[in-house]
Structure formats: C-alpha cells, structure tokens
C-alpha cells in the first residue's frame, strides 16, 4: 500500500482526510499530530484512538512546544508583531514548524506522499505546501478537501454516512489551539457584520475582580510571572491560564490572504497580547529613538514573510538577527492588571530605564544644558523649515 502522511488534528477536515484516503483511495494512512502547544495529554489519547478509529495504521504526536517557540515565537515577541496592529500571528506562526515537522518524519517513514485539509481557499494551503515543496520535492503533496471543493457540512455528511461520531455541534467551528493563541473559523466569520457568539471561544469569563500580575524579562524574553522563574514557553502557558479566566484576547481579525482575497478569522490570545504589549512598553524605557524607529518597519516585514509562508528565505535569518540584537538591554519587570476581557499596563522597573537618567525629568527639570543651549538648540532646528518657507514667500 501507499504510504501517506497527514497532518493530522482530530477536527473535521482532517477526519475527513484520513476517512477518506484509507476508504476510498486505499492509503496507509500514517497521522501525525505536531504539538505546539494546544493538546493536553488526555487530548492526544483521544485524538489517536479517533484516529485509529477513523483508518489510520498509526498516529504520532510530536512535541514541538520548544522548537516552536526557539524557532518562531521569541522573534514575534522581539518584534512586537500584530498583524494589522490586532492578529498575533497564532496560527500562521505554528503552520511553519508543524509542517517542517511532519516533513521529517515522512522521509523517516519513507512515505512518498504527504496529506493536509486545507481548503483551496485559505492562507494554510500555501504555508503547508511551501514547507513541503522547499525541503522534500519528491514528495507529492494530497490535499482531498481543496481537490474536491467541499463544504463543512459534505465533510459532515460523508463521516457520518461512513460510521464516524464526533461532536458536529463542535465541528461547526474550526478551532486551533496552540501556545500561542487559539483560532476560532465559523460561519459568523465568513461575514463582514455578524461577530461570534460567546460560546464559539474557547475560554469563558470566571474571573471579576482585577488583579495585578508582575511579568519579567531577561534580553527579551519572558522569563517570569509573579516572581517564579520558568522557560519563557512554560511562562506563555501559565500566564494563558491566568489571563483566560478573565475572557482576555478576544477578537476578530480582517486581513488580505496571500492568495489575494480578504478574510476573517476570530481568535482568543490573552498571554500572546499581553506578553507583546508588556514587552513593547518595557522597550519604550530601555531601547534609543531610533532603535524603535527601525525596529517597527524590521518587525512588520518579518510578521509579514512569516504570514505569507516565507519562514525558509534566507532574509528571514537576517531580520533574526537584528530582532535579537536589539533585546540587550530589554530586561525588567512589567506590571499588568486584568480585567474582565480587558488588561491595562501599569509601569515598569528596569535598570536600564532610560527615564532613570541624570539628565533631566521630561517637563520639569533639565540639568545638563542651560536655557541658553536650548533656545540655540530650538534656533538652529528650525532652520529648514525657515528656509522653506522664506523661498515660498519669495516664489
């Protein structure tokens, strides 16, 4: 028989694949599952006996938690990257290293296909098939719901004509969840007016009372919440079970999809937002003018490449560079209170805070230059605009 791997999560496109490539095209259907952060061990156990269930000869879960996060996350931090200043990039960011993982272990396997669900008109498609064609050619790529043009509820109604229960209330909503952030796709979002209702997010409010939260950074990274030391990855999470009690990082994302359409897509990221939003005000203290004049252009192209499915350009490796370089003197505390679906920033502590300088207090005291220097400094900046001005009038 044929081998073929797919990437495989347990939702309904992929049940789908996997039904229907060992019933109808008689595969050896091999799944892999690649963690970055959204599966529980129950949830791996489950997904693996669904999958068996369903025809796979056998199911793999890979912990790429880690790898994710070396790999990818740590830059989306440097960077403060949103897309279009609201999307964390939750999901576009774990499609690179879950392809390159399923990559790996089909050459281990020595499968000569490989099989995702993306449909043919989404962002996934190109990332998952990029990955795939750069690192293994060879390989040929299978995808059954983009080649046949399927619906959410024909994907239903085949798993169902063919024996296979899964929650279909559930399966209305494409729901992925990773370290960081979950995705949310229903019909609500194939709109343009209509919001998703509360119970299409995963984390419901159960907390109302603010709360004050200390984060802290070393060059960058989150190494710590409320004073405990952990791996910035083991930081994201426990700060998502902290947050997600208080329904914080919903929204809707409206975005151009590399394939030229617009799109939407709901998301709940509360330890993504809040990290991003902490470190950038920690940045505002301890990096110069023009480090974060540079920084924010750098960022945007690095969030972009990594959206359009460009992680394996060489380019990539070079905005890392830089991204890391300018964390030196990022390193303190930040103070956050939460709120129901809200967060607010409350200040910093860092020993290379720049407003610690013995310069001056900004609208009170200068102590380093005169009044005289600042009238000279004042006349001599004005010059260009005096001259435009004066050439104007004499026009």
Known sequence: MKKVVIAYSGGLDTSYCAKYLSKEENFEVHAVSVNTGGFSEEEVENIG????????????????VSSF???????????????????????????????????????????????HGSTGAGND???????????????????????????????IDYLKANGVDMNWEKAKYSVNKGLWGTSVGGAETLTSEKPLPEEAYPSQLKEKDPKQISLSFTKGELTGVNGKMNDPEKNI?????????????????????????????????????????SHHLLEKHTLSKWQLQHKDYIANWYGTHLHEGLYLDPVMRDLEAFLESSQEQVSGEVFVTLHPYRFTLDGIKSQYD??????????????????????????????????????????
């Open 354 to 395: 720049l407003m610690n300088s013995g310069f001056g207090k900004y609208g009170e005291e200068n102590k380093a230059w005169t009044a005289d220097d600042a009238k000279g400094f004042i006349k001599i900046l004005s010059n260009s605009g005096k001259i435009y001005q004066h050439v104007k009038e004499e026009a």
């Open 49 to 64: 006996s669904n999958a068996k269930k369903i025809g796979a000869a056998t199911y793999k879960n890979i912990d790429a």
């Open 125 to 155: 498609q190109v990332r998952f098939d990029m990955i795939f064609q750069t690192i293994a050619p060879k390989i040929k790529i299978i995808t059954p719901i983009r080649d046949k043009q399927l619906s959410r509820q024909e994907e």
């Open 237 to 277: 999470q426990i700060l998502e079970e902290i947050a997600n009690k208080y329904a914080i990082g919903r929204d809707i994302h409206v975005g151009d999809t590399i394939i030229g359409i617009k799109g939407r897509v709901g998301f709940e990221a509360a330890a993504a937002l809040i990290t991003i939003k």
């Open 69 to 115: 996060y070396d790999k990818v996350v740590k830059y989306l931090i440097y960077g403060n990257v949103l897309k279009n200043d609201t999307y964390p990039l939750s999901v576009s960011a774990e499609r690179i290293v879950q392809a390159i993982e399923i990559v790996n272990y089909a050459k281990e396997i020595g499968a000569e296909y490989i099989a």
